[in-house]
């Protein structure tokens, strides 16, 4: 997106998937405001939220509840996730658990962790230390050092 903001350039050029309005709700599930638009919100944002009387961030978009989930700033940090279309290039399939370090978004300082599959054949990343705002949708890709081993699609 080169120009406006990503909300602006799905309105756009996706006229199609009008942005409907749903609820934001808290951890617990109470509704505590609504929103015009899943699009114009992330996973970590802090700005255009409802007024709690102390500062709340995006946990999670759920798509299909057509909401926002908010919490405090310690409830956007996770350790494991899971991420799926992996593809990889250092390696020629993942047979057994390997650390190396991941970026998980374009302003992201790599950080230590571990990747392996789990028995359902998932790849699974767990972060040596937990993280701030682990998207879905976001790419992750695994290095040693200079050299990149993989990467996918973060998905939950």
Same mark, same amino acid.
Do not use: A, H, L
């Given at each position: 997106?080169? /120009? +406006?903001?990503?909300a602006d350039f799905v309105e756009r050029y996706a006229p199609e998937a009008k942005p409907t309005r749903g609820d934001?709700?808290?951890l /617990? +599930?109470?509704v505590v405001g609504t929103h015009a638009g899943l699009h114009k919100f992330t996973v970590g944002q802090r700005k255009g939220l409802v007024a709690t009387g102390k500062p709340q961030y995006v946990v999670r978009i759920e798509p299909k509840q057509n909401r926002v989930v908010i919490g405090d700033d310690s409830d956007t940090s996770e350790q494991v996730f899971r991420?799926?279309?992996t593809n990889w290039i250092a390696i020629k399939e993942l047979t057994e658990p390997i650390h190396c370090e991941i970026q998980i978004r374009n302003?992201?300082?790599p950080?230590?962790?571990?990747?392996?599959?789990?028995?359902k054949g998932q790849t699974i990343?767990?972060?040596d230390t937990p993280q701030r705002a682990i998207t879905p949708g976001q790419a992750a890709v695994f290095y040693?050092?200079?050299v990149v081993v993989g990467g996918a699609w973060i998905s939950r």
């Open positions: 997106v080169q /120009e +406006g903001s990503y934001i709700v808290n /617990e +599930g109470e991420v799926r279309d302003r992201f300082e950080r230590p962790e571990t990747v392996s599959v789990d028995e990343v767990r972060f040693w050092d200079d």
